[in-house]
């Protein structure tokens, strides 16, 4: 078979060979690089003390102000206790005034 421009159906042909020269543009692949550090560094440079701020935020709300149950029950049984409910039945402010005299 002689070798045409036109190929029929079915027909296979050589590839056409790469040209590593045309294969990447250098000039345009470094500026979408860098680009696209620049752009990621001042997200990052905007978001950071946004995202610690939040942080900060939601930690004081739910850790420092968030009701402590566990310090008014603790302070409610210590009280009773130091009100007559122990053993010997005796208030601290009797016992301190008997220790004073």
Do not use: Y
């Not at 990052?44 to 900060?56: A, E, Q, S």
């Amino acid at each position: 078979m002689a070798h045409h421009d036109h190929h029929a159906p079915g027909q296979t042909h050589d590839p056409l060979p790469i040209d590593p020269e045309r294969d990447i543009d250098a000039k345009s692949a470094t500026i979408w690089f860098v680009g696209s550090a620049i752009v990621i560094f001042l997200s990052l440079w905007l978001m950071v003390p946004i995202f610690m701020r939040v942080l900060d935020h939601e930690l004081k709300q739910k850790v420092d102000l968030a009701p402590n149950t566990e310090l008014i029950d603790v302070r409610a049984e210590e009280a009773e206790f130091l009100n007559g409910g122990n053993p010997k039945k005796k208030k601290i402010a009797d016992v301190v005034a008997g220790l004073r005299k």
